[in-house]
C-alpha cells in the first residue's frame, strides 16, 4: 500500500496516548519488559525503516529483546493493551549491527521516506521523531543553563538545578489557500525546483490570531489584502516540530507586488491549471504527502 492521498501525511490517529501512564512509571517498565511491547529503534532522530515489497516497514523489537547500551527511551502509547516505544541509540555512525536481526534496513530521512511508508506507522514514527529532535537540542535549562532530565516517560524535561520543567515544543504556522475571482494564489522560492508552486505559508507570531497571521503573511510576501479566513485542516510536520494550520482565505485585492526575500514569484491560478499540477507537468504542487496538495485538492473538487 503506498500513501493514502486522502490525507496529509501524519495526519492518522496512531495510538491511544494513555498520558497518564506517563506519571506511572512502574506501569511504564512493566509494559516495557513484556513481550508485546514494540520498541521503535531510532538513529538521532531517524527511524530503522526495513525494505518490504511494497512498503517500507517500521521495524520494531519485543520489548525484552530492545538493546539497552547508549539509547534513551520514549513512550508513544498503547496499541490496543501493547506498550509502544521508541528507541533512540548514539554513536556516530547508524547502529546497523544492532538492528540487522529485524531484517535489512537503514535509517533514512523520514521526510524522504514518507512516501513509502504506511500512514499509521509515519504518525507513528512522526511523532517519536519530534521528541527525539527536541530532546536533543535541549540537554540544558533555557532558564539557569543547568543539566535537564528527562520526566514522563519523554514527555517532560525537568532542570536539575532550578527545577524548572520544559515541554516538547510545537510550532504554528499558517499555510494558507487565498481565493479570489475563482483563482488560487500560489508562490513559488528560488530554493525550490524550478517547477514547483505552493500554497504561501509562515508562522504565526506571539499575540496573533490564526486569521490575522494569514492576512499578515498573504501580504506581506505577495501584497494582496485578505478579508475573510476559515481553517480547514492541520498537519503535524515533524521537521523538526511544526503544526501546520491549513486556512482558506478570500483575497479583497487582486494585483501581486511580491517581497523578493520571500518569494521568487507568486501568479493567480485557475482551477483546471490547479488540477493539471496536482497530477503533474510542466508545473507541480508539492506531493500529496504534503497539506498543500489537500487544501488544493478540496478547492478543485468544488
Ligand atoms: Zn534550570
Known amino acids: 500500500m503506498r500513501f493514502h492521498a486522502d490525507a496529509p501525511a501524519f495526519t492518522d490517529p496512531g495510538l491511544d496516548r494513555a498520558d497518564a501512564l506517563r506519571r506511572a512509571p512502574d506501569k511504564i517498565a512493566a509494559l ?10 531510532f538513529w538521532r532522530a531517524s527511524p530503522y525503516l526495513v525494505r518490504g515489497d511494497a512498503q517500507a516497514v517500521a521495524a520494531a523489537f519485543s520489548g525484552p529483546e530492545a538493546p539497552q547500551p547508549d539509547a534513551f527511551t520514549v513512550f508513544l502509547g498503547l496499541d490496543g493493551d501493547a506498550g509502544v516505544f521508541a528507541r533512540s541509540y548514539g554513536g556516530d555512525a547508524p547502529p546497523l549491527g544492532l538492528t540487522a536481526a529485524l ?21 507513528i514514527l512522526g511523532t517519536a521523531r519530534s521528541l527525539f529532535a527536541w530532546h536533543h537540542k535541549h540537554p540544558f535549562c533555557a532558564n539557569c543553563g543547568g543539566a535537564t532530565q528527562s520526566a514522563l516517560a519523554g514527555w517532560k524535561r525537568v532542570c536539575g538545578a532550578c527545577g524548572a520543567e520544559h515541554f516538547p515544543r510545537v510550532d504554528p ?99 483546471d491549471e490547479a ?14 504527502a504534503a497539506i498543500a496538495y489537500h487544501l488544493l485538492r478540496r478547492w478543485t473538487a468544488t
Do not use: K
Request: glycine share 8%; hydrophobic share 40%; proline share 8%.
Open 32 to 41: 516495557l519488559a513484556r513481550p508485546d511491547a514494540r520498541v521503535h529503534p
Open 103 to 123: 531484517g535489512a534496513g537503514d535509517f533514512p530521512d523520514l521526510r524522504r521516506a514518507i512516501g513509502a511508508v504506511a500512514p499509521r506507522d509515519a504518525a
Open 173 to 271: 504556522v499558517v499555510i494558507m489557500r487565498i481565493e479570489h475571482d475563482e483563482r488560487v494564489l500560489l508562490g513559488r522560492q528560488a530554493s525550490w525546483p524550478p517547477e514547483m508552486w505552493s500554497c504561501l505559508a509562515g508562522y504565526v507570531e506571539p499575540g496573533e490570531t490564526l486569521e490575522d497571521a494569514v492576512r499578515r503573511e498573504t501580504f506581506e510576501e505577495a501584497g494582496v489584502e485578505v478579508g475573510a479566513v476559515a481553517y480547514v485542516e492541520s498537519q503535524p510536520w515533524p521537521f523538526p516540530s511544526s503544526m501546520m494550520i491549513g486556512m482558506a482565505g478570500q483575497a479583497l485585492t487582486h494585483d501581486i507586488r511580491i517581497d523578493p526575500h520571500e518569494l521568487e514569484d507568486a501568479r493567480w491560478f485557475t482551477r
Open 275 to 288: 488540477r493539471r499540477m496536482m497530477s503533474g507537468g510542466d508545473a507541480v504542487v508539492p506531493r500529496a
